[in-house]
T-cell receptor
Framework: DAEITQSPRHKITETGRQVTLACHQT?????MFWYRQDLGHGLRLIHY???????NKGEVSDGYSVSRSNTEDLPLTLESAASSQTSVYFC?????????????FGPGTRLTVL | KNEVEQSPQNLTAQEGEFITINCSYS?????LHWLQQHPGGGIVSLFM???GKKKHGRLIATINIQEKHSSLHITASHPRDSAVYIC????????????FGQGTILTVHP
């Protein structure tokens, strides 16, 4: 069955380190998204991509970057981790080509920055 | 004021009760998602709708585009329905990107 996976599921790192969170989907979806979820803020969009070589900033993109070299993967990199980036991160994907696209979410990565 | 408002923020029910969660939005939309998140768990899409009503098992979702309002109903609630329910909308001019409500925490007691 097609699915969307994230790794690692849990990560503890130190301030200043570079961290990369992986997202892989097997639906062949063109659209992929990264969100963070925090108490009091709900889900917020970090970066998104509508296809290979396409990346766009979301509402909370500072300190994060993404790259899209193939359809299946959209890794999220924290260039220099900060304690404010402690959060749960969700990746999602959706089919391109229609306005109303259902998004499918990964299981999440819990990141702690000490 | 958030573009997507959910009510109530917290809801406690007894097993078997009929439950309604409301979502109001202030922008024009092309579609609306209802999502479910169990404690410590991932996010699951329950419905996506742009008009009318959809039903899946004990769950029913309705939307009124003119009134900018959607409801999620759970009939014969069960403790396993305990979760956070999130409303999210696709803005009319924003392709592919969702705007989320803050979520409604539902607890169903046996």
């Amino acid at each position: 069955d097609a699915e969307i996976t994230q790794s690692p599921r849990h990560k503890i790192t130190e301030t200043g380190r570079q961290v990369t969170l992986a997202c892989h989907q097997t639906w062949n979806h063109n659209n992929m998204f990264w969100y963070r979820q925090d108490l009091g803020h709900g889900l917020r969009l970090i970066h998104y991509s509508y296809g290979v070589q396409d990346t766009n900033k979301g509402e909370v993109s500072d300190g994060y970057s993404v790259s899209r070299s193939n359809t299946e993967d959209l890794p999220l990199t924290l260039e220099s981790a900060a304690s404010s980036q402690t959060s749960v991160y969700f990746c999602a994907s959706s089919e391109r080509g229609r306005v109303n696209n259902e998004q499918f979410f990964g299981p999440g990565t819990r990141l702690t920055v000490l | 004021k958030n573009e997507v408002e959910q009510s109530p923020q917290n809801l406690t029910a007894q097993e078997g009760e009929f439950i309604t969660i409301n979502c109001s939005y202030s922008v024009g939309i092309s579609a609306l998602h209802w999502l479910q998140q169990h404690p410590g768990g991932g996010i699951v899409s329950l419905f996506m709708l742009s008009s009318g009503k959809k039903k899946h098992g004990r769950l029913i979702a309705t939307i009124n585009i003119q009134e900018k309002h959607s409801s999620l109903h759970i009939t014969a609630s069960h403790p396993r329905d305990s979760a956070v329910y999130i409303c999210a909308v696709y803005g009319g001019t924003s392709y592919g990107k969702l705007t989320f409500g803050q979520g409604t925490i539902l607890t169903v007691h046996p």
